[in-house]
């Protein structure tokens, strides 16, 4: 089985052949197009690796208007750019917890962003919003790349107030509320050093999207993943021979297994539930394949699943249509 044969395996229906054709085209689709609707669009599907084909993790949610980013790791700026989508037109930033591969884009993000404020930049400063920790980050950054700010002010004044991080500590509850689209954060456990962690939903016009963040099984997921219309949920695997490795078994402690995210996607029942944050520990013969994750999986769920690629696009309406981009850049 090839990846482009089981990367979806079931969804609730097919997007149209003019749906596919126009957004082939790599522009980011309108949100509001007749009955209200959400897009996801995976930037990032991986972990710290280095890779060319998966980027860092990022998740990208449009809905009533607004680009609500999740997470910003490597490359997430220029996955944006892929989709003809200006940084300067995110909203705001989510972030889950400050692990490298999770925001080494947001600088990126940020400062691209106001790259010719007062013509195609933005114009105020890039909304942030995460766990205890994240405004004391975008201090750091600030006060790190304060020389670009001061020398892009000098060329162009208005550049400066989209210079700014307006940063926010959240509490897990309500965070975002803005255009019919509301943001909840909850907390989930990627580890006993590895705190806070968090995960979101995102509620629109009766349609929502649940994020794992980097996790544990957690009841918090299942909680809050509940008949969404889409779950995005982390996973880890290794082959066979080395998972009961002592250095292996470390690593997947911090994350949820292909058994385990199936038996919480079963209970949760979302229509649609999708990996990403896909990390396969490498092995003395290779890393575990996608047929195995697929496979694993399967032996506790059998619904709806898609294993998410880079540039993967997931229409939200009265159905779930998705089309793989991989092939258009």
Not at 46 to 67: C, H, K, M, Y
Not at 151 to 164: H, K, T, V, Y
Request: hydrophobic letters at 45%.
């Amino acid at each position: 089985m090839t990846i482009r044969n089981f990367c979806i395996l079931a969804i609730a229906c097919l997007m149209s052949a003019a749906a596919n054709a126009r957004e082939a085209a790599g522009a980011a689709p309108p949100v509001q197009s007749g009955p209200p609707e959400m897009v996801v669009t995976l930037l990032g599907t991986s972990t710290p690796d280095l890779s060319e084909r998966r980027f860092g993790f990022s998740v990208l949610v449009q809905a009533g208007g607004l680009n609500l980013v999740f997470d910003a790791g490597r490359g997430a700026a220029i996955r944006l750019g892929q989709l003809r989508m200006r940084p300067s037109e995110v909203d705001a930033v989510f972030l889950t917890h400050f692990h490298s591969d999770h925001i080494n884009g947001l600088a990126d993000l940020w400062m691209t962003g106001y790259l010719g404020a007062g013509r195609n930049g933005r114009k105020m400063p890039l909304e942030l919003y995460g766990p205890h920790g994240t405004e004391k980050l975008a201090r750091g950054m600030m006060e790190t790349y304060q020389a670009d700010a001061t020398i892009r002010f000098a060329d162009e004044p208005s550049a400066l107030p989209a210079s700014r991080i307006a940063a926010r500590d959240a509490a897990p509850g309500v965070v975002f509320e803005r255009a019919g689209v509301k943001v909840t954060m909850f907390q989930v456990f990627h580890g006993a050093e590895i705190e806070p962690a968090m995960g979101y939903r995102v509620d629109y016009a009766g349609r929502s999207v649940t994020l794992s963040g980097d996790t544990q099984p957690h009841p918090n997921v299942e909680k809050f993943g509940a008949g969404a219309d889409v779950l995005i949920h982390e996973v880890a695997l290794a082959p066979g021979d080395i998972e009961l490795t002592p250095r292996i078994r470390e690593v997947l402690a911090h994350h949820t297994s292909p058994e385990e995210a199936g038996a919480l996607f079963r209970r949760a029942a979302p229509r649609l539930a999708v990996y990403s944050h896909i990390s396969r520990l490498p092995g003395p013969r290779g890393r575990a394949t996608l047929e195995d994750l697929v496979k694993r999986t399967r032996t506790a769920y059998a619904g709806p699943l898609a294993v998410g690629e880079d540039l993967m696009r997931i229409r939200i309406g009265e159905g779930i249509s998705i089309l793989q981009m991989q092939d258009n850049f």
